[in-house]
């Protein structure tokens, strides 16, 4: 004899459904147990390996702080050379092995701006131009001065309207470096030479106009009178 199927009340449902689940995870646990404890054991060495990385990378941005700070006074005194080499028998290391060593680092990016304009202080335009291009440090004043030194590489090349968007570029790199009406005068005096005067008209009325004190206005009215 058949009996009738008792109806279950909301609760009772509820109730039943959190037993499946739970007993349907733990059973997925069961038949993947291995899999899973190979994930977290992944899971933990990317957190531990990343740990690592940015406590080493601290320990390596000091290391290139303190020699770049003993290899400065060469730097300083002119002696460029010296400067990218090192002193050889004692604790000053060149520029070179720095960057070489250091290089992912802020102080290593640092390094670069040094090595590249003491390679150009020495006329080795294509090793400056190397490592001008290769800064993606995090300091905006060296990211001007690298942008300047590229446009310097291509305004010795004669390709000059590379030279004006990079010196120009430099300009607008950071409001407060006092090195940009240079750099706009820079900009402007390639651009009349690539034959965009209109361009270079408006950076040299914004120099006059924006930097009455600056050494590159007193420059301003000589091309600005070529122009016209």
């Keep these: 004899m058949l009996t009738k199927k008792k109806k279950l009340s909301r609760k009772e449902i509820k109730k039943d459904k959190l037993v499946t689940s739970y007993y349907e ?6 038949q993947n147990k291995q899999k899973l404890l190979i994930y977290a ?48 028998g004692t604790n000053i290391v060149g520029l070179k092995k720095i960057v070489e060593e250091y290089g992912s680092t802020e102080n290593g990016e640092t390094a670069k701006i ?42 010795s090349k004669g390709e000059h309207k590379k030279a004006a968007d ?32 209109d361009v270079a008209k408006e950076l040299l009325e914004t120099i006059k106009r924006d930097y009455t004190t600056s050494s590159a206005a007193r420059d301003v009215d000589r091309f600005l009178t070529q122009l016209n």
């Design 25 to 30: 995870s733990i059973s997925y646990f069961q």
């Design 166 to 197: 990079l010196y120009r570029k430099a300009s607008r790199v950071s409001e407060g470096n006092v090195l940009n009406p240079e750099y706009m005068l820079k900009a402007g005096i390639n651009y009349i030479k690539g034959g965009q005067n």
């Design 114 to 155: 040094y090595l590249a304009n003491s390679y150009l202080f020495m006329g080795q335009l294509e090793d400056a131009f190397k490592y001008y291009s290769d800064y993606s440090g995090s300091i905006p004043m060296f990211n001007a001065v690298a942008l300047a030194g590229e446009a310097g590489y291509f305004e």
């Design 41 to 88: 054991g992944i899971a933990a060495v990317i957190v531990v390996a990343v740990l690592f990385y940015l406590n080493h990378r601290s320990q390596s941005n000091e290391a290139a702080g303190l020699q770049l700070a003993r290899v400065i006074p060469l730097y300083d005194a002119g002696s460029y050379l010296e400067a990218i080499e090192g002193r050889q």
